[in-house]
């Protein structure tokens, strides 16, 4: 939120410059939203009374007042309100921000004097349907606007690795780091919290590798209040309802700082002593969420003597939350271990806000400052202080990482040269600190708490680099070749296989490589959902369920093929080709009636590639019930880890005519023709040219063959290079091709 991060920084530049900064630093913003409106005739209403529109069910007769003296009557197809409301009233002669004009009109025969407003109509953030419910101490007949001054939003898509970027400071951060804003006031992140401590809640961390800092904070006897409307309102923009002004705050602190916390109703807890500890296998939590989950000794729980209070770092739980009726709570500030709460969430399938943080890593040393500023707040905004508190730490929560820089490394790797003075004003922009120079060629830099991605050389460069702006390196040739290695020659083979197979009319199909437990040899650890649990060990589900997509979609025939890596228990992994075929050869036409897509196109599309003797197989019946599929499909896949596709080299039209003799044997049904075509080309001849199968013939009936037999007629073309051949030629060729096929067991010669 612009305003929001207004509190921190100062800045020149408008809207889309900033955005286009972060952008190309490498902080992608995908939208920036303008909110709020602007109209006289949009005022604060109030509603006295409502009564069931006479015509319409689901419509009801408001009578509301402006401040005015004149009471409005408006129909109203909302049901959020409770008479005493106050909301937005559009008079007649209002335009909305979608360009709707407000009249008075008849609506199922009732006249309507305006319209009451939701957030959404006038474009404003929204957390819940119906009509936008104002505070009560707004003014009536007042502009709604002035309550709600234009804004933008910057919806912001932060990489895995930038958790520091999860909150408005450290937005901040970036824009100055940047050089696209200035520091207000220099934020101190490790600030001392000065509050008593007392011994009356003690706090028991059974495993210090998941937390390092916990502070538990006490308030007795807090006062009913609301939750401020300037709070509220940019809560409302972050997506979070307003709910009780101390979990609101707490809300608040998370956007403001990227620190997580949660308040837990004291009165519910048993004893004076707070446990972080393993949950115990099958213990349940009853969530905040209205779920109950089923917990295991991985997980991590805040609990009293007697029950679990909360599942650490991710959801509180009902036994302990806060209402209306809470006199006394308790406010928990914590520092979590990232891969434990990870591993949580994703097991239990449980997302929240703070673990969302929390599992990609929380500033280390940012719990005091956010305490602190929490403690403020509360005194400031509510009148609270707190009575007691108590702050266990397991381990120091100051990590120093050290980084080597050498000036040589960034020209080398950015392509431009920096002198030192430039690089060292760019890096403490971003909060590093320079620990030694060496030289001026060499530096140490100490990373900033926030920043957990920073652990080597490259990632200063690609600091420097960000703040430079990406698009204004530029670009270099180098002139210098790497010497090829099999890695070059695999890339260039599978190449090869894509272009001949696209000219044949085929289309590539990229596959994710993790699948479901039906087709994985080895499973991965913290699987991202049931589908992606481990690495495939084929290509056929993936592609049964491309085709699966396409046909439902009405995309037929398909011819299909991918290359990608397999996996199996044995931790090989090997590159594979997967060709799938199914439907009709081509539309139906007057000329030619289509045929269906066999295995003998995929044949046809293997040999193109220098691919021969690949089993192909039809998709049986209850693999395709399972896809819902019904067209007959061909399937064949194939390692290629070797490159076997022939050289193709130039050779000349042959000068001299070529002579044909076929021949026609008998073998066993169970002989390949493959064999037998085979067979011909061990022959003591030097002018068989080529052999193609020209007729196949089976006798159910056995009357001219047995029955367990068949026919192949073979033509034989014969040529030789250098001259035309005599009839005595062809003869002893075609009698040498004749006494080869004989050598097959079982065959024989058919006149």
């Known amino acids: 939120m612009y305003s929001w991060l207004l509190d921190f920084i100062h800045t020149d530049h408008s809207i ?222 972050c997506g979070q309802k307003s709910i009780h002004y101390l979990v609101d705050v707490t809300n608040y602190v998370l956007h403001h700082m990227g620190q997580p916390m949660h308040v837990f109703d004291l009165d519910k807890i048993h004893g004076d002593t707070l446990f972080v500890r393993k949950a115990k296998n099958g213990e349940i939590l009853d969530a905040l969420d209205g779920k109950a989950y089923n917990l295991s000794e991985s997980d991590y729980v805040i609990a009293d003597a007697k029950q679990c209070l909360a599942l650490a770092g991710i959801i509180g739980g009902k036994n302990s939350s806060v209402n209306s009726i809470t006199r ?95 690089v060292t004003e760019r890096l403490t922009a971003l909060g590093f600190q320079p620990e030694k120079f060496q030289d001026e060629i060499a530096s140490l830099w100490r990373a900033p708490s926030w920043r957990l991605d920073i652990d080597r050389e490259a990632d200063l460069i690609e600091e420097i680099a960000r703040t430079i702006s990406f698009d204004k390196i530029p670009s270099i040739i180098f002139h210098t070749a790497a010497s090829a290695t099999c890695h070059d020659q695999e890339f260039d083979y599978h190449n090869c296989i894509r272009k001949v197979l696209s000219g044949l009319g085929w289309y590539e199909v990229l596959l994710h490589p993790l699948t479901d437990q039906r087709n994985a040899d080895l499973k991965i650890t913290n699987p991202m959902s049931s589908e992606h649990v481990g690495l495939r060990n084929s290509l056929l589900r993936h592609m049964l369920s491309t085709i699966a997509q396409n046909t439902n979609a009405g995309n037929c025939p398909l011819r299909l093929f991918s290359i990608g890596k397999v996996f199996f228990a044995d931790a090989k992994e090997n590159y594979h080709l997967g060709l799938i075929a199914t439907g009709a050869t081509h539309q139906d036409n007057w000329l030619e009636k289509p045929r269906n897509l066999d295995a003998f196109d995929i044949k046809s599309a293997l040999a193109a590639v220098g691919i021969v003797d690949c089993p192909i197989q039809y998709i049986g019946l209850s693999l395709m019930r399972e896809y819902g599929l019904r067209t007959p499909i061909a399937y064949a896949e194939v390692r290629i880890d070797q490159p076997t596709v022939n050289n193709h080299k130039f050779r000349a039209w042959p000068e001299y005519p070529f002579s044909r003799r076929d021949v026609a044997v008998v073998v066993d049904k169970s002989t390949p023709a493959s064999h037998v075509l085979k067979q011909l080309f061990y022959a003591e001849t030097q002018l068989l040219e080529r052999a193609q199968i020209i007729d196949l013939y089976i006798d159910p009936e056995g009357v001219h063959i047995p029955k367990n037999k068949k026919t192949i007629t073979i033509a034989c073309i014969y040529r030789a290079k250098d001259r035309t051949l005599t009839e005595n030629e062809i003869d002893a060729a075609h009698d040498a091709i004749k006494k080869a096929i004989l050598g097959i067991p079982g065959a024989a010669l058919r006149v």
């Open 16 to 237: 889309d410059t900033l955005a286009d900064a972060l952008t190309m630093s490498g902080t992608e913003v995908t939208s920036v939203q303008n909110i709020g409106f602007t109209s006289e005739h949009v005022v604060v209403g109030e509603i006295l009374s409502s009564e069931k529109h006479p015509q319409a069910d689901r419509l009801s007769v408001c009578s509301v007042a402006i401040g005015s003296g004149t009471l409005l009557q408006i129909v109203c197809g909302a049901k959020n309100y409770r008479i005493g409301d106050r909301v937005p009233v559009a008079l007649p002669g209002a335009v909305l921000p979608s360009g709707l004009k407000i009249e008075k009109t008849k609506l199922r025969g009732v006249v309507s004097e305006g319209m009451m407003c939701s957030a959404k109509e006038l474009s404003l953030p929204q957390n819940e349907d119906g009509l936008l419910i104002l505070e009560p101490f707004a003014e009536l007949g007042s502009r709604v606007d002035a309550l709600f001054p234009a804004d933008y939003i910057f919806e912001i898509e932060a990489t895995p690795n930038r958790p520091d970027l999860l909150s408005h400071l450290g937005i901040a951060r970036e824009l100055v780091g940047i050089g696209a804003a200035r520091w207000k006031m220099q934020p101190n992140d490790t600030e001392a919290v000065s509050c008593t401590v007392t011994d009356s809640t003690r706090i028991n961390i059974t495993d210090s590798s998941f937390c390092s800092f916990y502070s538990a904070t006490i308030f007795r006897e807090i006062p009913k209040q609301k939750t401020p409307s300037w709070m509220a309102r940019r809560l409302m923009c």
């Open 328 to 422: 006394n709570v308790l406010l928990e500030v914590a520092h979590f271990s990232a891969s434990a709460i990870r591993k949580t969430s994703r097991r239990l399938n449980l997302s929240t806000d703070s673990s969302y943080r929390f599992e990609r890593g929380i500033d280390p040393e940012l719990q005091a400052a956010a305490l602190k500023f929490t403690l403020d707040l509360l005194r400031r905004e509510f009148g609270i202080t707190p009575s007691q508190q108590a702050i266990s730490t397991t381990s120091s929560s100051k990590i120093s990482r050290t980084v080597r820089l050498r000036l040589t490394k960034v020209e080398k790797m950015l392509g431009i040269t920096l002198p030192p003075t430039q």
